[in-house]
């Protein structure tokens, strides 16, 4: 079975540099969540897109920009990175419209290294 | 605001042991949604079990079962005859219906001896 798909899988910038995280959701999924886990912590919710609209936001810093696109892939771009956005930053998906409770489904993260 | 509590942050049994992952949870919504998630080292987040808050019955999978208070906000994981390949970081989390967004507990980091 497809799974979500995240690019690139590991990223390495420097501070005040800027990164493009991208996330390909299951097929026919219509959400998609980005989390941030720092080392040794849980992950964090930072915003969600419900076909294609921001349906949630959570602790993302104005540095942080998101947007899902009409074939539902969706980018988090970070700019001015600091040391502290080093972390673990997983894309998940689930399927919303007509279901009960929407399940998400993690993609394998993408590591980012700020030096 | 939804907060979620794991006391453990480490625990370690031998390999066919039973053990227990506790979680507490404190929220004011009534319908809602309780996780467990595993991370192994490949720090991939895979769903455990689910538990939806309006069923009394406790979710049950394989050697994976929940042990569900409502009253208590308490949601633990029991763990059958572990395995070596249990050995990874349980997250419990949840997820109240409608909004979408999921929040974590800090994490117990399980360790299973040979």
């Known amino acids: 079975a497809a799974g979500v798909i995240q690019s690139p899988r590991h990223l390495i910038k420097e501070k005040r540099e800027t990164a493009t995280l991208k996330c390909y959701p299951i097929?026919?999924?219509?959400?998609v969540y980005w989390y941030q886990q720092g080392p040794g912590q849980d992950p964090q919710f930072l915003i969600s897109?419900?076909?294609?609209?921001?349906?949630d936001k959570g602790s993302i810093p104005d540095r942080f920009s998101a947007q899902q696109f009409s074939d539902y892939h969706s980018e988090l771009n970070m700019s001015s990175l600091e040391l502290g956005d080093s972390a673990l930053y997983f894309c998940?998906?689930?399927?919303?419209?007509?279901?009960?409770?929407?399940?998400?489904?993690f993609g394998p993260g993408t590591r980012l290294t700020v030096l | 605001a939804q907060t979620v509590t794991q006391s453990q942050p480490e625990m370690s049994v031998q390999e066919a042991e039973t053990v227990t992952l506790s979680c507490t949870y404190d929220t004011s919504e009534n319908n809602y949604y309780l996780f467990w998630y595993k991370q192994p080292p490949s720090r991939q987040m895979i769903l455990v079990i689910r538990?939806?808050?309006?069923?009394?019955q406790n979710a049950t999978e394989n050697r994976f079962s929940v042990n569900f208070q409502k009253a208590a906000k308490s949601f633990s994981l029991k763990i059958s005859d572990s395995q070596l390949g249990d050995t990874a970081m349980y997250f419990c989390?949840?997820?109240?219906?409608?909004?979408?967004?999921?929040?974590f507990g800090q994490g117990t980091r399980l360790t299973i001896n040979p």
């Open positions: 998940a998906s689930s399927l919303t419209r007509g279901q009960v409770y929407n399940e998400q489904f």
């Open positions: 989390a949840f997820g109240q219906k409608g909004a979408q967004k999921l929040v």
């Open positions: 538990q939806e808050a309006y069923k009394q």
């Open positions: 897109f419900y076909e294609k609209m921001q349906s």
């Open positions: 097929p026919r999924h219509d959400t």
